[in-house]
Structure formats: C-alpha cells, structure tokens
C-alpha cells in the first residue's frame, strides 16, 4: 500500500533517518509518495550531526544483504576524501577535481553500477549532449559566478538527469535516481540545499544520500564563504528497495532501541538545562 506524504524534519541525519525508516517499516506500507525529510541547524557548531550506533547498525545490515555502506553511497555524490581542507580555496579545489578526473575511469569499470554515471561526475562533467566531448563544470561555475558577484538564486541549480542519455526505454535503469540539486542563501549567510529523488531506496541508499549531500554542502560552503545550514531531501517516491521487511526486522528493532536511548538523553539533557 502506498502512504501519502510524510514530512520528517530534524536536526539530526541519523534521526531523521531513523524515523522515515521506521514509517516505512510500518505494517501494510510499500512506499511513501512522497517522503520530505528536512534536517536543519546543520551550521551549529555544537549541533550532534549524527548517532554513531544508528550509522554501524545500518552498515552492518548492509553488510550482511551484500550493500554498499553508507560511506560508500556518500563517495558517489561527493567523494570527501579527495578534499584537502588544508589547502586554500582555489588550490583545494584543483586539486579535487585533479584526484577524481584521475580515478573516474577506474570507478566507472570495476563495478558495473556505475557503467551509467555517478553523482559527482554529472556535477563536474556534465556532457552538453549525448556523445559530445564538451563537458560543464556545474560546480565551478557556480563558485565563479557567486564570487563574481551574481547572487541569482535561479542560477544556483546543480543538473544530475541528462535528458539525451536518461530519457530511454529502459524497463530498469538505476541511475540517476538524484535528479536535482538546488542551492539557496538566506540572510545570515546560511547555505541551505534541496534535493530531488524520483525514487529512493530507503534502506540501501537513504543515509548515504544524506551524508553525501551533507558533504557536499559543506564543501559547496567552504567554497562560498557560506555555511551550511540546512538539507532538504525530496523522494518522490520512497520503497526500502530489493528486500524484505522481514530481513529488516533485527534492524528496526535495534534503531528504536537506540533512538529511545537516545530520546532519553535529550530528555535528561532538558530537565538539567
């Protein structure tokens, strides 16, 4: 059965998981259409972005159904270990794009998932048209024009799907279920960033969304002067994906274990504040 629109919204990744994941665990529940989970605060400084037990849980069932991990999910939308933090703007970025252009083709033939794409390389690479050599740079344009002065909000959009390549007959495709990215400020230097699903698998994929395009927003920040506030994520529709409830059954139980502990901590916290 499919449910109607469930809105989440927290200030905390894992949590905001957590609780999509547990509605569509729930008992005659298929898919929810459509699911918008919204996590703020996201620039605080003593904000907990994450439990690490939700996190450890989640890739151990990953783990044991033969699933990316979380981080591994992230790599595809941002891969956050090719960013030098140390190095200035300009030279980071250089050197990011450096490192990945280096290692693509390498990602693209040792797992036949990403034969369609990835994330990243529709940011930085995006092809003009089906089989053309010319690529855009959707990032760095971005960064140029901000820094030239433009601050056109309409002008702060990131393009995943590729009507000359995704437009097909395909019965089942994969790639690229991100459609969309797109990029807003507000008045107290916040960057905050929505982004569009046309299909989401919950278990397999919905963390490591969040934590890529965290990522990715942090980075986006850093390069903007900015500071990254809040994420928006939009799944049109939203299924746990090629498994069962059943097989998830541990996993339920062991995320509403930690998540009373952790409701219990927060209450405590408020009581002696």
């Known amino acids: 059965m499919s449910k109607g629109l469930v809105v989440v919204q927290e200030t905390n990744i894992s949590v905001a998981w957590a609780k999509a994941f547990i509605n569509l665990m729930k008992s005659g529940v298929n898919e929810i259409i459509p699911l918008v ?4 605060n996201l620039a605080d400084v003593d904000a907990t972005i994450e439990i690490p037990e939700i996190r450890q849980s ?5 783990s044991q159904n033969d699933k990316l991990s979380c981080q591994t999910v992230a790599s595809t939308i941002f891969p956050i270990s090719l960013w030098n933090r140390n190095l200035s703007k300009d030279e980071s970025f250089k050197q990011l794009m450096e490192r990945y252009k280096k290692i693509l083709p390498t990602l693209k033939t040792q797992d036949q998932r990403n034969r369609n794409g990835l994330y990243f390389e529709r940011l930085v690479a995006f092809n003009i048209q089906n089989g053309s050599t010319s690529e855009i740079n959707q990032i760095e344009h971005i960064i140029k024009i901000w820094h030239s002065g433009n601050h056109r909000r309409s002008a702060l959009q990131l393009s995943i799907f590729d009507p000359a390549k995704d437009h097909s007959n395909q019965r089942q495709r994969g790639f690229p279920c991100l ?9 107290n230097s916040h960057l905050n960033m929505t982004a569009l699903y046309a299909n989401q698998y919950f278990f397999e994929k919905a963390y490591g969304n969040y934590i890529g395009l965290y990522n990715l927003g ?10 990254f506030n809040q994420l928006t994520c939009i799944a049109s529709v939203a299924q746990l994906g090629k498994i069962s409830k ?12 930690i998540m009373e502990l952790h409701d219990a901590d927060e209450s405590s916290l408020a009581l002696n504040n």
Do not use: W
């Open 37 to 40: 989970v919204d996590i703020t």
């Open 218 to 227: 942090q980075f986006l920040a850093y390069q903007l002067d900015l500071k």
């Open 179 to 187: 459609q969309q990215i797109a990029l807003s400020f507000d008045d």
């Open 246 to 257: 059943k097989n998830l059954q541990q996993l339920e139980v062991d995320v509403k274990r």
């Open 58 to 62: 989640l890739d151990l069932a990953l």
